[in-house]
């Protein structure tokens, strides 16, 4: 609904119409960027609706964004801040004060710093968040790099990408005749509209669509093609696909000619790589992965949308590094309706990180550089891989980080190694949560302050290409709560940069950041819907054709030291690794360890997002949990009634780490040889009579799962955890 429709129901009703930002697809607020109307009535937040106004939802709201008061009012919102006093993994805490919980943090951070250097101190983050910024700006006024990103999302492809094409090489939706959704959810993917408008679209349109995935989703439905590749095999898929394109000449020789580097190495390098060998890898047929490099290669509107699902595999930089030269040498790239690079907008809100204080020491004293650190610091800034971070406090190695500040973030259920993660927990010196509900480790935390959600704040500015728009409260606090970017501020202060961080004033903080764009959050608000600004590039042509007119990396190190595409990778090959991309087997695997097959028959993998939950939360929410009450594992009929599992039967799944129980759904739509399941599972739901499941053996938690074996179970370059084991499935009896 608009503006005025809001307004006129809320009239009618007795109620309050406020525009804001739904918060629901990630911590910290403006995560999944969609407009809403949160009504209130006697001031309770009761129900909401999508914006028409806003450029991203344009009136959409999916089941998560209409959940939020449920969520707001959960019976597993932290109520006030709270200091341990039991034993750790007790449970024990004490009620204390904002201010004397904040002191407490102060003090012992400084202790840390004095006894053993500032590098002590890690903040843990899988993903950017709203308030990513203050996290990496409290860290670098501290005088820590140790940014604890996921080695799970995103930034392996920017990586892999950057240094091979020069840039993110963006799907051109709107002008393809051919999409190739590669390891991507772009039905159930927040923020909910734009990519499943883009995919019915396209649909519409005519665009063929294919679908690389191991089952059956949505997508896959409406897909022309299906390509059931094994989990975590698409390095070799996308190798095999390149050898077929250079085997059958198949490329842009012009484009090759011009602006690619090595390419007599690659040719050479993949003739090892047959659409045969790969079968037996990836389990895709010989004749589809011919037929659809094929496709692909003479397709001249041909586009790739790369997402989460490769990588997850310890060769998951080589996959992404061969499906961005295979662009590359069949024409696809910077090309109307390929793949294609956006200039970035002129101009964006201001740096906080304080990047100019980035150093080589600082990136030196990395405990566990999820980049090498010849590559650091890169995008975001210095970061060590969030698993190896926690892996330090166990291996003392290099060096044991001594606190850990855990954000909007629960590392035994988002990250691989869940005992390992335990025994770390255990061990850790000191450990603060912030967040807005009670956590899967809460017990072993020192402190935990309970923040606002994002209803019960008024900022951050809301910044999503197109769209600018100061957030309002919804209601007061339900608590004493702060919002994590105040913790941020409290704490800089009482750390005693209080000069880094505008004295403790959130207000200065929002303007100071919005001053580039010309104006203050007092003038933004007077917007109630937000600025639509130039809305972002739409077509080709607006874009700058990167290998024609250079871009700002292109040429300029340490990214592409030729200035062209790096079909043969110097920059990697400098530091010891393979300069052309490889195959590497996930720790099990029925090609590469054939022994365990007996034992363990079936791959196990799993999925990021649904379409009513995020992330490893939000299960406590009695709407979403109707639609979704159980985990479920997709299994094949087949493989189900070898072991005479039958529908809804629950089952034991065993791997050489560990063991859940879930539900079994028979589902046709899936690899006979494969099982996979939604990450993520933990919370109860007392509103509706729903325990907890346990962390680790016994319940859902699929991360205890998978080897963390730092030899074999990540990629090398990249940090990519693997999320692909093999397992046994077996009917559950009770006194198993
Ligand atoms: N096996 C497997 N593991 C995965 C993935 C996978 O596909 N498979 N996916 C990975 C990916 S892509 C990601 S991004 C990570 C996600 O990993 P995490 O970000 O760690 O996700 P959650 O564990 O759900 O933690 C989010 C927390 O944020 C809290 N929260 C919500 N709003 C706010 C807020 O405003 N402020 C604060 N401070 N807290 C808030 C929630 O209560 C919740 O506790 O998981 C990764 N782990
Ligand atoms: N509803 C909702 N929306 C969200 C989130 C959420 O939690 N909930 N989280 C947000 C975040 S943090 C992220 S990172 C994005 C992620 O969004 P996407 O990048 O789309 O990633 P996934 O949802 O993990 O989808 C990956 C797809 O790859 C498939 N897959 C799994 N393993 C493999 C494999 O080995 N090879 C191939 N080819 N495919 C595989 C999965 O079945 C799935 O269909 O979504 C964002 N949006
Ligand atoms: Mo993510």
């Known amino acids: 609904m608009n503006f005025q429709q809001a307004q006129t129901i809320a009239q009618l009703n007795g109620e309050e119409a406020i525009p804001t930002v739904c918060g629901m697809c990630g911590p910290g607020g403006p995560g999944g960027g969609c407009g809403i109307y949160a009504f209130v009535r006697n001031g309770v937040f009761t129900r909401v609706a999508g914006m028409d106004e806003c450029p991203v939802n344009k009136g959409a709201i999916c089941a998560k964004g209409h959940a939020a008061p449920q969520w707001v009012y959960s019976a597993d919102r932290l109520k006030y801040p709270l200091r341990r006093v039991g034993k750790k993994g007790e449970g024990k805490f004490e009620r204390v004060s904002w201010e004397v919980a904040i002191t407490h943090i102060a003090e012992v951070l400084t202790e840390q710093k004095a006894l053993h250097g500032a590098k002590s101190l890690a903040i843990l983050t899988p993903a950017k968040r709203a308030y990513s910024a203050y996290l990496q700006r409290f860290l670098t006024a501290h005088g820590s790099p140790n940014y604890g990103h996921s080695g799970i999302c995103a930034m392996q492809r920017a990586f892999a990408f950057l240094y091979t094409l020069g840039d993110y090489p963006r799907p051109d939706y709107n002008n393809a005749d051919l999409i190739i959704y590669w390891g991507r959810q772009p039905i159930y993917a927040g923020p909910v509209a734009p990519p499943a408008r883009a995919f019915l679209a396209a649909k519409k349109r005519g665009a063929k669509i294919v679908a690389i995935k191991p089952s059956v989703e949505p997508d896959v439905g409406m897909a ?137 020491d600082l990136v030196e004293a990395l405990v566990g550089p999820e980049f090498p650190p010849a590559f650091q610091p890169f995008l975001e800034g210095p970061s060590s891989a969030y698993y190896r971070i926690l892996e330090s406090v166990l291996t003392e190695k290099p060096y044991p980080i001594r606190g850990i500040i855990a954000p909007g973030t629960q590392p035994l259920v988002s990250t691989r190694g869940t005992k390992t993660v335990l025994a770390a927990l255990e061990k ?113 042509e607006k874009y700058q054709t990167v290998f024609n007119r250079r871009s ?95 529908e809804h039967d629950w089952v034991r799944v065993s791997s050489p780490y560990g063991w859940m129980k879930v539900q079994a759904e028979l589902y046709p739509g899936i690899r006979p040889d494969t099982v996979m399941i939604l990450h993520g599972w933990w919370q109860g739901c007392s509103e509706l009579g729903i325990e907890d499941y346990p962390i680790a053996d016994g319940g859902a938690n699929v991360n205890l799962m998978y080897s963390v074996d730092p030899e074999k179970a990540y990629d090398p370059l990249v940090t990519a955890m693997t999320s692909q084991t093999l397992v046994e499935v077996t009917k559950w009896r009770e006194l198993q």
């Open 224 to 360: 022309d093609i299906w390509l059931p590749v094994r989990p975590g095999t698409d390095a070799a898929l996308a190798l095999a696909m390149l050898h077929v394109v250079i085997r059958e000449n198949l490329i842009d020789h012009e484009f090759v000619e011009k602006w690619c580097y090595g390419f007599n190495q690659l040719r050479d390098h993949v003739l090892q790589f047959t659409p045969e060998w790969a079968e037996s890898v990836c389990g895709v047929p010989v004749f589809q992965i011919e037929e659809l490099a094929r496709l692909y290669a003479t397709t001249p509107r041909a586009t790739i949308d790369l997402g989460n699902g490769v990588e997850h595999a310890p060769s998951a930089n080589d996959a992404i590094r061969a499906i961005g030269i295979l662009m590359a040498i069949t024409g696809h790239l910077d090309r109307k309706g390929a793949n294609i690079f956006i200039k970035p907008p002129a101009n964006a809100p201001k740096d906080i990180t304080l990047r100019d204080r980035y150093d080589r």
């Open 552 to 646: 700002p990396r292109l040429g300029n190190p340490p990214f592409l030291p030729q200035g062209k595409v790096a079909l043969y990778n110097n920059s990697f090959e400098q530091e010891g690794f393979s300069p052309l991309p490889e195959w590497r087997e996930p720790p099990e695997s029925l090609s590469g360890t054939p022994e365990l097959a007996g034992e363990y028959p079936l791959i196990l993998s799993d999925y990021h997002t649904s379409r009513n939950y995020s992330a490893s939360w939000q299960r406590n929410i009695p709407h979403l949990r109707e639609i979704q009450p159980v985990p479920v594992l997709h299994i094949h009929p087949e493989a189900a009634s070898a072991r005479e599992i039958s």
């Open 428 to 540: 850790l010196e000191f450990f603060v949560i912030v967040d807005v509900a009670r956590t899967a480790e809460m017990a072993y935390a020192d402190i935990v302050l309970p923040v606002a959600t994002c209803y019960e704040t008024d900022h951050p500015y809301h910044n999503v290409p197109g769209w600018l728009m100061a957030p309002n409260r919804v209601i007061e606090p339900l608590g004493p709560y702060k919002s994590t970017f105040e913790f941020f501020l409290d704490l800089g202060k009482a750390m005693g940069y209080g000069n880094d961080f505008w004295s403790g004033d959130i207000a200065a903080a929002m303007d100071d950041q919005l001053m580039p764009l010309g104006l203050d959050m007092a003038q933004l608000r007077q917007h109630p819907t937000g600025i639509v600004k130039q809305p972002p590039p739409q077509d080709y």
